[in-house]
C-alpha cells in the first residue's frame, strides 16, 4: 500500500494532466494586413520623386536626379505639365553629359507629351541644350505642318544643313555628316553656337574615321570664333578625341597667350 504522501502527488499529477488536455489550444497571432497602395497614393509618391529629382539636379547631383525623375514618370501618373518638365531636366542632364541624341530624345518626348511645353528665355539661351531644344522645336513643328498639309517652312539652307548633319552623325555616318556640317559653315550659320556646334561635330566625325590631322584642325577653328571653348567633361573624355582635343587646346590656348603678349609688348613700345 503506496503511503499517502505519494497518493497525493500522484493525483495532482493526473489532475495537472487532465486540465492541460482540456486546456484551449493556442491560436495563431493574426497576420499583419498589408497596407493597401492606392493609386493617389502613387501619385503622390510621384510627384515626391519629380520633386526630389530636380533639387539633386539643383545641387548637381545628376545621377540621382536622373533616377528620381525617371521614376517619377514610371508610376505613369504624373498630369501631363510635370511629365514634360520630367522629360526637360531629364534632357538636361543627357546635355550636360554630352549624350545629344539623348537629350534631344527627351526633349521631343516632352513636346509629344504637351504640346505647349516650351523652355524659359534663360533655358532657350543656354549653350549646352538650348541649340539641340531648338532644332528639335523645328523638326517637330516641320513634321505637324507637313501631318496637316501644310507646305513645310523651309529652315535657312544652312541651318538645315546643319539639322542633316546631326541626324547623319547619329546615325553614324561620319563622312556625310562631315560634308553637311561643313557646308553648313560655309554657307553662313547666323548664330556663332551653331557655327561651334557645326564645326564640334564635324571635329567629331573625323576623329572617329581616325583623321586626326583634320579633327585637330577642325578644334582649332573652333577658338576663332569662341577662345573659351570647352568639351564637356564626358565629350572630353572620349577616347577616339581625347588627345586630339587636348592638343589642340593647348595649341590654342598658347597662340591665345603669344598674341595677348605681343600685343601687351606694342602697347609699351614708344
Not at 501619385?43 to 525617371?70: F, I, N, S
Not at 541626324?167 to 553637311?180: F, I, N, P, Q, T
Amino acid at each position: 500500500m503506496r503511503p499517502p504522501t505519494a497518493l497525493r502527488l500522484s493525483g495532482a499529477i493526473l489532475l495537472a494532466a487532465a486540465l492541460a488536455a482540456c486546456a484551449p489550444m493556442p491560436t495563431e497571432a493574426p497576420k499583419p494586413v498589408a497596407p493597401q497602395i492606392t493609386e493617389d497614393t502613387l501619385r503622390v509618391r510621384a510627384k515626391e520623386q519629380l520633386a526630389t529629382g530636380v533639387k539633386q539636379y539643383d545641387a548637381g547631383d545628376y545621377d540621382g536626379a536622373m533616377k528620381g525623375l525617371q521614376a517619377s514618370l514610371d508610376h505613369g501618373l504624373l498630369e501631363k505639365s510635370d511629365q514634360s518638365r520630367a522629360r526637360k531636366y531629364l534632357a538636361f542632364v543627357h546635355c550636360l553629359g554630352g549624350r545629344e541624341p539623348q537629350c534631344a530624345a527627351e526633349f521631343r518626348k516632352a513636346f509629344e507629351i504637351d504640346q505647349s511645353f516650351a523652355l524659359t528665355a534663360a533655358e532657350d539661351g543656354h549653350p549646352i541644350w538650348g541649340p539641340v531644344y531648338r532644332t528639335v522645336r523645328a523638326t517637330l513643328i516641320a513634321e505637324r505642318e507637313a501631318a496637316q498639309g501644310k507646305p513645310k517652312a523651309a529652315l535657312p539652307k544652312a541651318e538645315q544643313k546643319l539639322v542633316d548633319g546631326l541626324v547623319k552623325y547619329d546615325a553614324g555616318e561620319y563622312a556625310e555628316a562631315h560634308r553637311l556640317l561643313e557646308e553648313a559653315f560655309k554657307d553662313g550659320l547666323a548664330d556663332k553656337k551653331d557655327q561651334v556646334r557645326a564645326l564640334k561635330f564635324a571635329a567629331f566625325s573625323l576623329c572617329l574615321q581616325n583623321r586626326w590631322p583634320a579633327c585637330r584642325a577642325e578644334f582649332l577653328r573652333i577658338y576663332d570664333i569662341d577662345p573659351d571653348f570647352d568639351l564637356t567633361p564626358a565629350e572630353a573624355g572620349h577616347p577616339s578625341w581625347t588627345r586630339t582635343f587636348a592638343g589642340a587646346k593647348a595649341q590654342a590656348k598658347k597662340a591665345q597667350a603669344d598674341k595677348a603678349a605681343a600685343e601687351k609688348s606694342q602697347k609699351k613700345a614708344p
